[in-house]
């Protein structure tokens, strides 16, 4: 199948990853893709939020199926324009990528299908949220409505902090305002064709920049899969409560989701709830969950993409477990230098069960360079945790990049150690 994949990050590198190892004899070409990508396919310059380009490329290039890994063509319609030209896209329309567009639209969708989440009050004056703020009360949860790139959730204690940055987003559109809610997250990917669905494994990623969940929020510093702590039946209650009413939801308004649904779910005492839904693969848990997936990665999405899903067995996993662990720039998630170079990738690859992905890289004169906050993910698949976890460890102390960081806990809280 001719295959193209929108985006540059980790997560394209892994659906490429998992497409190139497939038996198929697949034609891929990503845009704009990265160096890592690059290495592994051909790639293409394209405004990607560009619908009308994304489109004409896909037609012109004779394209079976688009794979759109970002929110922002999401957003933008891309999926849409492909779409009417009569090509398969894996991702949904503009209309339904508002379910992580807008968090309004997410709270309305789940009201109306009887989707277990938080409270939430939307606030368009400063003088709502703080009273709404004052009701829920600490710890304080506010959010921006829109697209936010990770930067617009703020969970504090401290009252002051959490009007602060209610003004400061007041200033951009409304805002939201949660109950705080406590208890493990898991993320959740299921398949969608627009009414059936299929979940892939579960993974949990880990939010905060520094160890023991320290620090700021992230786009997310790691990950593994799968959660040996859910208790049995876990994905089966999703699918049943969370992801069919949502998706049949969406297709009754008119708007059906195909694509990835990502439910963000907290496990509370009082039971699961959804903080968040995406439109796409998650961003580093992806990196988790494809390498563990055994049914060829192109079948699901096609099908997915043309209706399918009905006819499609479970999907299968292997017993292996996997990690990811996030090699961000100095200074993120504030800023990041770039131009930094990167070395040891090669000693890394050839531990055994190790793969490196790259996140934001760029090859300039035969140098490998970092041009963003998150660089690279280092993944490990072992028999168990403990074994992947010493894979991965061992694989970034042989990668080189000067002032880079990284978590030293992702998945001990499942290593015997
Ligand atoms: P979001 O962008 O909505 O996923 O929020 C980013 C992160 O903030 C989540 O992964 C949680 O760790 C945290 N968070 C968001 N909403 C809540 C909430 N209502 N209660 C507790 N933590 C939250
Ligand atoms: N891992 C969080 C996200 O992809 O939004």
Known sequence: MRILVIGSGA????????????????????????????AVVPVIALDTTNAAVVADFAFDNDIELVVIGPEAPLVAGVADAIRQRGIAVFGPGKAAAELEGSKAFAKRIMDAAGVPTGRAARSGTLEEAVAALDEFGAPYVVKADGLAAGKGVLVTEDREAAVAHAEYWLGHGPVLVEEFLAGQEVSLFVLSDGHNVLPLAPAQDYKRLLDDDRGPNTGGMGAYSPLPWLPDGFVDEIVETVA???????????????????????????????????????????????????????????AAATGRLGSMPLPEFSDDVALSVVLASEGYPEGAPTGRAITGIETAEAIHG????????????????AIGGRVLNVVALGSDFTEARSRAYLALDAIELEGGQYRTD??????DE
């Open 11 to 38: 997560r394209e590198h892994a659906i490429i990853t998992s497409l190139v190892s497939e038996e198929a004899d697949h034609e891929l070409i990503a845009a704009p893709g990265n160096a890592g990508i690059a």
């Open 244 to 302: 069919l009413p949502t998706v049949r939801q969406l297709a009754e308004e008119q708007t059906p989701f195909i694509g990835l649904l990502y439910c963000g779910l907290i496990v509370t005492d009082a039971g699961v709830r959804v903080i968040e839904f995406n439109a796409r693969f998650g961003d580093p848990e992806t990196q988790v969950v494809l390498p563990r997936l055994v049914t060829p990665l192109s079948e699901l999405l096609f």
């Open 354 to 369: 190790v793969h490196v992905l790259h996140a934001a890289t760029s090859l300039v004169d035969d140098t490998l360079i």
């Open 410 to 415: 992702i998945a001990s809280r499942v290593a």
